[in-house]
């Protein structure tokens, strides 16, 4: 599986952890928005990410991401060369 896949599988299931409907939201969905997320929610998801990929996400990544795609480009650089 390439980084990208399995970033977006890591995502799309902690997503699933935390708001089950959302899993199946496109990529360009917007977090707060369609996956109806709030701040704290938002927070689990990425403890969640973080346990399943094994790293730590700056907090910059997140305020810059709104979409699940975006949220992978920017967890991206930091899984690089990991497996």
């Known amino acids: 599986m390439s980084d ?14 935390i708001r089950p409907n959302a899993v199946m ?6 977090l707060a928005n369609e996956a109806d997320l ?7 998801l990425v403890m969640e990410i973080e346990d399943r990929l094994d790293l730590s996400i700056p ?10 795609r975006e949220l992978c480009d920017g967890i991206a650089p930091l899984h690089v060369g990991r497996r």
Do not use: F, K
């Not at 990208?4 to 952890?17: H, M, N, P």
């Not at 910059?60 to 991401?65: D, F, G, N």
């Open 25 to 30: 939201l496109d990529a360009d969905a917007d």
């Open 4 to 17: 990208a896949a399995t970033i977006e599988a890591a995502v799309r299931e902690a997503l699933g952890v």
């Open 38 to 44: 709030d701040s704290a929610e938002v927070m689990d």
């Open 59 to 68: 907090v910059e990544t997140l305020s810059q991401a709104r979409t699940i």
